[in-house]
């Protein structure tokens, strides 16, 4: 990067810093305010907040690639959030409120008994740190790209800077930080856009792009299919969307902390609401970026593969001279797509557009077979090489073709995204060590300021364990769909407790807790002995409608437990 483009980095990290630390001066004397922000956050700051903490860093740099790669598909996880947002505005959210609790967890003592409480807490634990050591991978993994830095400094760097201001700063802190790394996520993706479309030719309209990558089979965004193992149907985006929806925003506590420090009821439930009336339109919007990725590249020479540093290994091997026939084809397959492109452009008759449609997914097809091979030869060179390039789609474009200034602004956006997910997920973490294990099991009758101590204490512990696990991270697919797989394997059990306890009042704590366990095993066994074959969506639904029909059964097997 130039000078230039670390003065707009820096400058804009330490406004962000700043400003969070200024707005939350002396809110951090007692567990409330550390913990909740006093209870003083408007409707706006709430869902700003919301959406910061759900839109990490792989946000930014998997989705453009997912959409490149894959087309607008992925879109359909997010169908089943509004109706979600409804179901919670109407009965969770008031519950919450209303009890005047610090975790969801604590709701579940009240409604059924300690171990319970303690599972949901464990499942939560086990499942946001696991998740939140990823959001620490993705910008590390830019640093690591644009500095040429081993990616091992760059993740304990930016989680240690991650932990630092959540533990001076608490819940007020990361709220107010994360208004103003929304401001600069959302400069930044547009000004990429506006970038984006600028080097396209000059007679080619937003409207052909889609056009174009509609004959590509790129705009499919709905998906009727009924196949099970098809990740992105409408079907697993309205079910288990939704019950995916539910969980995350009504059990998980980096999303209920954002609104249980609401001023009021209604500020908590707005903010709620915004968040689900602009997410399909956002998500939308940043998977276009990589539509129009895709459609730049049938232009502009892309890479065969995109993974710079794992190409650089095979030119320096055995390998060289296979790989660099793989590029010259790969190129020649790139120049008859463009001749294609244009040619179906120019055509004015509908069968022969028809026709040319038909030629370029095939040269398509070549393509993506071309890129296989390669990733067979980069494998073959290090078995254990990075493999998943969807992820570098977007930083490759961004180091490339963007001017000076402009690239230090968009390596800001991954870094400011990461780090409002990533300081909400600490906050989470360490609200629901201190109040659902440490508080409540290990030291029940403390000082205020003993639990602040200790919550700043917790917050650096998960900050190791984070980065930790950031470091020894072994990627799923590419990063967005290792987050959701990771919590589709935890959230139907979690929602399944929280759903019994909310609408099935007859059964209690063992059958709920006991069912939750043997769902909880069968959703981690099917998921490792089927894998594929369940869409990863899926296991939300399942696993909450197993809790709930085992807790019936056992509660009517064993009807006099007390």
């Known amino acids: 990067m130039s000078h230039l483009d670390w003065i707009v980095l820096f400058a804009t990290q330490l406004y962000i810093i700043g400003y969070g630390a200024y707005r939350s001066r002396g809110a951090k004397k007692d567990m409330k305010s550390y913990l909740l922000a006093n209870n003083q956050l408007s409707w706006l700051t709430i869902g700003i907040s919301v959406m910061a903490t759900q839109a990490s860093a792989i946000t930014f740099l998997s989705i453009p690639g997912q959409a490149f790669y894959d087309g607008m598909g992925f879109v359909q996880i997010y169908f089943g959030l509004p109706l979600a947002t409804v179901v919670l505005c109407l009965t969770v959210v008031p519950i919450y409120k209303k009890l005047g609790v610090y975790t969801a967890y604590e709701y579940l003592e009240q409604r059924f008994d300690l171990k319970t409480r303690a599972l949901g807490a464990v499942l939560f634990l086990v499942q946001r740190g696991l998740s939140t050591g990823i959001t620490i991978y993705a910008p590390s993994l830019v640093l690591s790209t644009v500095l040429h830095w081993d990616i091992n400094w760059t993740i304990i760097i930016t989680g240690t800077i991650v932990t630092i201001y959540t533990v001076l700063g608490g819940t007020k802190t990361v709220s107010y ?96 609401i915004m968040n689900g009336i602009i997410k399909i339109p956002m998500q939308f919007f940043i998977l276009f970026i990589g539509i129009l990725l895709f459609v730049f590249y ?12 794992e190409v650089d290994a095979v030119y320096q091997s055995s390998y060289q001279t296979e790989y660099r026939l793989l590029e010259q ?49 980069i494998k073959a060179n290090h078995p254990k090489a990075d493999a998943k390039d969807s992820d570098y789609v977007f930083i490759s474009f961004i180091m490339n073709y963007l001017p000076m200034g402009l690239i230090g602004l968009l390596v800001s956006v991954m870094i400011s995204a990461s780090m409002s997910s990533t300081a909400s997920a600490f906050n989470a973490l360490a609200s629901t060590s201190i109040v659902d294990v440490y508080k409540r099991l290990i030291q029940p009758a403390a000082t205020e300021e003993h639990y602040v101590k200790a919550s700043k204490f917790f917050t650096i512990f998960w900050g190791v364990i984070c980065i930790f696990f950031a470091i020894f991270v072994s990627r799923l697919d590419n990063m967005v769909q290792a987050v959701n797989i990771l919590g589709s394997l935890f959230y139907g059990t979690v929602l399944g407790i929280f759903l019994v306890a909310f609408y099935i009042k007859h059964i209690r704590g063992n059958a709920v807790f006991w069912a939750a366990v043997v769902s909880e095993a069968i959703i981690l066994a099917s998921f490792y002995f089927l894998g594929d074959k369940i869409a990863y969506l899926w296991y939300n639904l399942i696993g909450c409608v197993l809790v709930m029909l085992l807790a019936w059964l056992f509660e009517t097997l064993y009807p006099k437990e007390t």
């Open 298 to 309: 049938q232009f502009a020479q892309p890479k065969l593969f995109f993974n710079q540093n």
């Open 177 to 272: 930080t994360q208004m103003q790394q929304t401001a600069i996520i959302w400069i930044g993706m547009f000004t990429a856009t506006y970038i984006l479309i600028s080097h396209l030719p000059d007679n080619l309209s937003v409207t052909d792009v889609a056009a174009v990558a509609q004959e590509m089979g790129k705009m499919e965004w709905v998906n009727f299919s009924l196949d099970p193992a098809n990740r992105y149907t409408i079907w697993s985006g309205l079910l288990g969307g939704f019950f995916l929806s539910l969980s995350y925003f009504g059990t998980d506590q980096s999303q209920v902390q954002r609104y249980l420090g609401g001023e009021t009821l209604k500020e908590s439930r707005m903010g709620l």
């Open 329 to 377: 084809k790969f190129e020649a397959t790139v120049k008859a797509k463009k001749e294609k492109i244009v040619a179906y452009q120019q055509a004015t008759d509908e069968l022969e557009k028809a026709q040319i449609g038909k030629q370029l997914n095939t040269l398509e097809q070549e393509s993506k077979e071309l890129r296989k091979k390669a990733i067979t030869i």
